[in-house]
């Protein structure tokens, strides 16, 4: 019976922490967003005041923003001032590997970033600026919509989670 | 007169020149040229053009780059350059954020590390009349810069009267070797000589030709108590390095303007002396133009400086004090 007791427990404890980490997930998701967002406002305003260059940008940047998109802007500061040797899209498409690894992003959310390694480095710095409000807006309104779901798939992992545990202990015993 | 020719064989690093050029070239063409053996000091520009050979001028003379490395004269053996080589050249001139050059791009040019000069050539956005911006980049020409340190040292001895410096006018027509004088007449005035003690001198540099200045710091060498307002407008600068700077001496390359010829007399009126440049073929031929030749007929320079690149470039033809009596070469006017 105690083996049945301390079973049913590591059930509905894994099951629980299944559903935190599915929550927890989606939190660090809209974090990212949020963390985005900075950046790009980081970068405009850089851009506009300071017209400073991107591996200057990102190395002021770096070490402002938290998470996966500080290390991956740390990552792009050093491949951009040391590496000259490929170009901006490839140095793009690796830190875009790097950040990959590292975020909990969906796959639409990184079109916006391969889409961002288009926009930045070219043209004049009112395009740019114009751009990067472009992106802003399109990024904003997929945080918000994350945002607005953080909460529900909180909730809702978690109680399933406890449920599922709980369900799974009944069936087992 | 063969004494005054000022340009001897100057002091010019080859390799470090080199290297700072292939960075900013594709690593395609990096790799091409890198294996070049040549005299890189002799090197004196590289063009690219989209779909069009390389082409180098290297000892006054005009080459192209095969695909093997070598430079050859048949210009159908030339390596064509690809728009992926511009794009990518483009890069690294303005280490991926050419937007942050957009001031320096409406004038057509970059200065890089070395004080080397890019000249930028493609389809120009006007805006109200006003060049906005340059898009579709697709020439691109390296010039590599040549500073030539002594050049200076047998004006030197016209431009000091009494342990002070004279106003004084250099005379050009273009590529005759005008700035790297006037650069080393600031670097010599600056450090100081046997005629002058050393002085604060104030230069703007409003195309960056003089010292190159990259990210602020100057790549050429122009002296240790020299102050350089960068890209800015010369009458603007003369003025704020009276304000702010107090020099001695204020330098400027290329007068012209009305407002460069009243900001000419701010510095006059305030105690410090002026070097200027000025193209032209002589004292005659800048006269008749409105603004310097006030400057002229009030005798404002104590010293005309004539350079000719006819037989050699920077040599120095003539001479002349403020009252057109010739001082070397020449016959007094």
Same mark, same amino acid.
């Given at each position: 019976?105690?083996?049945?007791?301390?079973?049913?427990?590591?059930?509905?404890?894994? #099951?629980?922490?299944?559903?935190?980490?599915?929550?927890?997930?989606?939190?660090?998701?809209?974090?990212?967003?949020?963390?985005?967002?900075?950046?790009?406002?980081?970068?405009? #305003?850089?851009?506009?005041?300071?017209?400073?260059?991107?591996?200057?940008?990102?190395?002021?940047?770096?070490?402002?923003?938290?998470? #996966?998109?500080?290390?991956?802007?740390?990552?792009?500061?050093?491949?951009?001032?040391?590496?000259?040797?490929?170009?901006?899209?490839?140095?793009?498409?690796?830190?875009?590997?790097?950040?990959?690894?590292? #975020?909990?992003?969906?796959?639409?959310?990184?079109?916006?970033?391969?889409?961002?390694?288009?926009?930045?480095?070219?043209?004049?710095?009112?395009?740019?600026?114009?751009?990067?409000?472009?992106?802003?807006?399109?990024?904003?309104?997929?945080?918000?919509?994350?945002?607005?779901?953080?909460?529900?798939?909180?909730?809702?992992?978690?109680?399933?989670?406890?449920?599922?545990?709980?369900?799974?202990?009944?069936?087992?015993? | 007169?063969?004494?005054?020719?000022?340009?001897?064989?100057?002091?010019?690093?080859?390799?470090?020149?080199?290297?700072?050029?292939?960075?900013?070239?594709?690593?395609?063409?990096?790799?091409?040229?890198?294996?070049?053996?040549?005299?890189?000091?002799?090197?004196?520009?590289?063009?690219?053009?989209?779909?069009?050979?390389?082409?180098?001028?290297?000892?006054?003379?005009?080459?192209?780059?095969?695909?093997?490395?070598?430079?050859?004269?048949?210009?159908?053996?030339?390596?064509?350059?690809?728009?992926?080589?511009?794009?990518?050249?483009?890069?690294?001139?303005?280490?991926?954020?050419?937007?942050?050059?957009?001031?320096?791009?409406?004038?057509?040019?970059?200065?890089?590390?070395?004080?080397?000069?890019?000249?930028?050539?493609?389809?120009?956005?006007?805006?109200?009349?006003?060049?906005?911006?340059?898009?579709?980049?697709?020439?691109?020409?390296?010039?590599?810069?040549?500073?030539?340190?002594?050049?200076?040292?047998?004006?030197?001895?016209?431009?000091?009267?009494?342990?002070?410096?004279?106003?004084?006018?250099?005379?050009?027509?273009?590529?005759?070797?005008?700035?790297?004088?006037?650069?080393?007449?600031?670097?010599?005035?600056?450090?100081?000589?046997?005629?002058?003690?050393?002085?604060?001198?104030?230069?703007?540099?409003?195309?960056?030709?003089?010292?190159?200045?990259?990210?602020?710091?100057?790549?050429?060498?122009?002296?240790?108590?020299?102050?350089?307002?960068?890209?800015?407008?010369?009458?603007?600068?003369?003025?704020?390095?009276?304000?702010?700077?107090?020099?001695?001496?204020?330098?400027?390359?290329?007068?012209?303007?009305?407002?460069?010829?009243?900001?000419?007399?701010?510095?006059?009126?305030?105690?410090?002396?002026?070097?200027?440049?000025?193209?032209?073929?002589?004292?005659?031929?800048?006269?008749?133009?409105?603004?310097?030749?006030?400057?002229?007929?009030?005798?404002?320079?104590?010293?005309?400086?004539?350079?000719?690149?006819?037989?050699?470039?920077?040599?120095?033809?003539?001479?002349?004090?403020?009252?057109?009596?010739?001082?070397?070469?020449?016959?007094?006017?």
């Amino acid at each position: 019976m105690i083996l049945k007791i301390l079973g049913g427990g590591l059930v509905l404890f894994s #099951s629980c922490s299944i559903g935190h980490a599915i929550g927890r997930n989606q939190e660090i998701r809209t974090c990212e967003l949020s963390e985005l967002l900075i950046m790009i406002n980081l970068i405009k #305003s850089e851009m506009k005041y300071a017209v400073n260059e991107l591996p200057e940008i990102f190395a002021d940047i770096a070490p402002r923003l938290k998470g #996966s998109v500080a290390v991956w802007c740390g990552y792009m500061a050093e491949q951009l001032s040391e590496n000259q040797e490929a170009s901006f899209e490839k140095i793009w498409d690796n830190g875009i590997k790097i950040f990959d690894r590292e #975020s909990r992003l969906c796959e639409g959310h990184m079109q916006y970033i391969k889409k961002l390694g288009k926009l930045i480095g070219h043209m004049d710095v009112d395009a740019q600026l114009a751009q990067l409000e472009l992106l802003f807006a399109d990024i904003n309104h997929e945080y918000e919509i994350e945002r607005e779901k953080t909460n529900q798939i909180k909730k809702l992992a978690g109680s399933m989670g406890i449920l599922g545990g709980i369900f799974l202990v009944i069936i087992m015993i | 007169m063969d004494n005054l020719v000022c340009m001897p064989k100057g002091h010019i690093d080859g390799d470090k020149h080199i290297d700072e050029v292939l960075k900013i070239l594709s690593v395609r063409l990096r790799r091409l040229v890198g294996r070049l053996s040549i005299n890189w000091c002799e090197l004196q520009e590289i063009r690219l053009r989209i779909n069009e050979p390389i082409i180098m001028i290297y000892g006054n003379r005009e080459y192209f780059v095969s695909e093997f490395g070598m430079l050859t004269s048949n210009s159908d053996k030339g390596l064509v350059i690809t728009q992926a080589d511009v794009k990518e050249t483009l890069e690294y001139i303005s280490n991926y954020s050419l937007y942050a050059y957009e001031d320096e791009i409406k004038q057509g040019f970059i200065t890089i590390q070395g004080g080397h000069r890019v000249g930028l050539a493609g389809k120009v956005v006007l805006e109200n009349g006003i060049i906005k911006c340059v898009r579709h980049i697709s020439f691109i020409n390296i010039r590599m810069s040549h500073e030539i340190k002594g050049c200076s040292r047998s004006v030197m001895p016209f431009i000091s009267l009494q342990r002070e410096v004279a106003h004084t006018l250099i005379i050009s027509p273009p590529r005759c070797g005008k700035t790297t004088l006037l650069r080393d007449i600031i670097r010599t005035l600056s450090d100081g000589n046997d005629f002058l003690p050393g002085m604060t001198v104030g230069v703007v540099d409003e195309r960056s030709e003089i010292a190159a200045c990259y990210r602020g710091i100057p790549q050429n060498d122009v002296g240790i108590r020299t102050d350089i307002l960068d890209c800015c407008p010369k009458s603007y600068g003369m003025l704020m390095l009276i304000r702010s700077m107090s020099p001695q001496v204020i330098a400027v390359d290329e007068l012209g303007g009305y407002q460069d010829i009243d900001a000419v007399y701010s510095v006059i009126n305030c105690g410090c002396k002026l070097i200027a440049t000025i193209h032209g073929n002589s004292i005659d031929d800048i006269r008749t133009r409105p603004g310097i030749r006030k400057l002229v007929e009030e005798r404002i320079f104590e010293r005309y400086i004539i350079l000719n690149g006819a037989k050699k470039v920077g040599q120095i033809c003539e001479i002349f004090d403020q009252r057109g009596s010739c001082l070397y070469g020449g016959e007094r006017i």
